[in-house]
Every structure is written in structure tokens, then in C-alpha cells.
């Protein structure tokens, strides 16, 4: 429990310091456009087997095709931003984590809720949900402040 407590005190400490936000915001977005690249390359091998899926059910495996995307999308996020690195492929790569404010590590369900919630509210309000980051603190965006997330650099 003390350690808990302790590792708890020491991420809030970190969180707390500027360094960890600097240059989050233009990161955040060249990550986004490398895990969207990855995405669509795994799309690839699941397209051929839904082809493959048509083909043997008469063309009713082919309705899989309207979901391949978002499908993939959540698992991969499950997988990698739920993960023990806290970050997807594109986050590793340019040097930023998704961390909760409370210290406790992210799930994978926290990280496809984070998801949905950044493509309704995509959907919904595109750009209020990139100028939130320009007002509110840390340069968080309304995802993080509705789940009580924060984007750092992991090198800091």
C-alpha cells in the first residue's frame, strides 16, 4: 500500500511540471496519423479474410466490410494504449503516454472509451475538440478532461 501510495505522489509530482507537456499537442497529432497509417495496413489482412468469409456464406460475410475499420481501430487500441506502455505505436514513436490523473495505470477499457469519446466528439465538435487543448490545462482535450486523462512525454 505505501508503494502504491508513493507511486501515486511521484506521478503527481511529474504531472505537475511544464517539461511534461511541451510539445504534446503537435505529437499528439503526427501519433494520430501513424496509427491511423497502421490501422489501415491491418485493415489489409482482415479485408481478405471477410472476402474469403463472402464468398463462403453466399455474400452475407461481405456486411463485415462496414464495420472493418472502427473494428480493427478498437482492438488496436485496446492492445497497445491499454497496454503496459500506455501508448499506441504512433505515441511510442513520437514520445508521448496516456496517464490518468489519479496515478493508476491505463486499461484497455479506458483506452477505447478515450477513443469513442475523440471520434463523437469528432463527429460532433471537430474543432472545438482540437482548440479545447489550446485553453484548458495541460493541454488536455475534452476526452482527457471528461476521463480524467493527460497526454506527457514519456522521455520526461
Not at 43 to 65: D, E, R, Y
Not at 128 to 152: F, I, N, Q
Request: glycine share 10%; proline share 3%; aromatic share 8%.
Amino acid at each position: 500500500m505505501a508503494e502504491r501510495i508513493l507511486e501515486g505522489e511521484i506521478v503527481g509530482l511529474r504531472l505537475d511540471d511544464w517539461r511534461a507537456y511541451e510539445g504534446v499537442r503537435t505529437r499528439r497529432v503526427f501519433a494520430f496519423l501513424i496509427d491511423y497509417m497502421i490501422v489501415a495496413l491491418l485493415c489489409i489482412p482482415f479485408a481478405i479474410l471477410i472476402a474469403i468469409l463472402g464468398v463462403i456464406t453466399l455474400g452475407l460475410g461481405w456486411a463485415l466490410f462496414g464495420v472493418i475499420g472502427p473494428l480493427v481501430a478498437v482492438i488496436y487500441v485496446w492492445n497497445t494504449l491499454g497496454g503496459r506502455n500506455q501508448a499506441t505505436v504512433g505515441m511510442r514513436m513520437m514520445g508521448i503516454r496516456l496517464e490518468r490523473l489519479d496515478g493508476r495505470p491505463v486499461d484497455g477499457l479506458i483506452a477505447v472509451v478515450h477513443t469513442v469519446l475523440f471520434w463523437a466528439g469528432n463527429v460532433l465538435l471537430t474543432p472545438l475538440v482540437l482548440l479545447a487543448s489550446l485553453l484548458l490545462d495541460r493541454k488536455r482535450t475534452v476526452h482527457d478532461l471528461l476521463l480524467g486523462t493527460v497526454v506527457t512525454r514519456s522521455d520526461f
